[in-house]
Structures are given as C-alpha cells and as structure tokens.
C-alpha cells in the first residue's frame, strides 16, 4: 500500500509541476482565443448571437451616440486586438488594459436589460445572462494573467521540493 502511495505522490507531483510551469500560457491562449473567436464573429453579419445586445448596450452606455453600424465593427476589432494581445504575449499591459475597459461594459446588460438577463432576478439568468456571466471567469483569468507581466510565475509548491 506504501509503494501505490508513493507513486501516487510521485506522479501528483509531476502534473502539479508540469499545471505550473504551464498553466499561466495556456490560460493566456485560450483567453486569447475566446476573444479573437468572439471578436472575429462579430465581423460576419447575424453570425454572433451576442451582436444585438453588445450594440444596444453600447448604444443605451453612449445616450444613442455610437450607433450599432459603428459600436459592432469597433467592438468586433477591439475584441480581436485583445484575442491576437493575449495570443502572441506581446503588448500584454495594452492588451490587458484594452480587456478591463471592456468588461464593465460587458457585464452592463445585468443591470440596464435584466428582463432580457434574468428569468428571476439575480439567481435564475437567461442565456444572454449566463453568457455575461461567464465574463466574471475572463476577469478572473484577465488578472491571473496579468500578475505574470513583470515576470510572476506560478509554483508547484511553496515549499522546497527534494530533487
């Protein structure tokens, strides 16, 4: 039962290490993949299902000054500025600036439309609401990443580990 332990422990370890030396990257490409998908839908008419409410936020955010001919190509292209950012790991700080700018605007449907975010306020969300929701996880992921831009890294362990 020890030896099964042991090889247990060895090979927790081993992923442990491995989830930290890579976990950081990863998280940045599928972040940054999430954006340029999202971003690059945008750009293709009645492709993304998200186009009417990000245009009617932004409108009812601006007083009706940017008007949806305007916000969805701008939104499409900052969306893939942040995707392409986060993607190559160059310009993190402006990427990461460009995604914190961003996100209150996303999450604004929850409290401007929440009879189109929420069947019952604030527990039962609609399927535009969870899609805003699940912003909450990019803002998560946005600032992992962005503890890395001065060199931060995650560890396997705090402590010392035996070679």
Request: aromatic content about 10%; some cysteine; hydrophobic content about 50%.
């Amino acid at each position: 039962m020890a030896r099964v332990a042991s090889w247990v422990e060895k090979i927790d370890r081993m992923l442990v290490r491995w989830m930290a030396s890579h976990g950081v990257a990863l998280l940045r490409l599928s972040l940054g993949l999430v954006f340029l998908w999202f971003g690059a839908i945008k750009f293709v008419p009645g492709l993304s299902p998200a186009a009417e409410l990000a245009t009617g936020t932004i409108s009812e955010l601006t007083g009706g000054f940017v008007t949806p001919n305007v916000s969805l190509p701008l939104l499409a292209a900052w969306e893939c500025l942040i995707g392409l950012g986060l993607m190559t790991g160059r310009w993190l700080r402006f990427t990461l600036l460009l995604l914190f700018l961003q996100m209150p605007g996303t999450l604004a449907p929850l409290l401007l439309s929440p009879e189109s975010t929420f069947t019952q306020a604030p527990f039962g969300p609609t399927l535009e609401g969870q899609y805003i929701v699940k912003n909450f996880v990019l803002i998560s992921a946005g600032i992992v990443v962005g503890a890395t831009v001065r060199g931060g890294h995650l560890t396997a362990s705090p402590e010392r580990e035996e070679a």
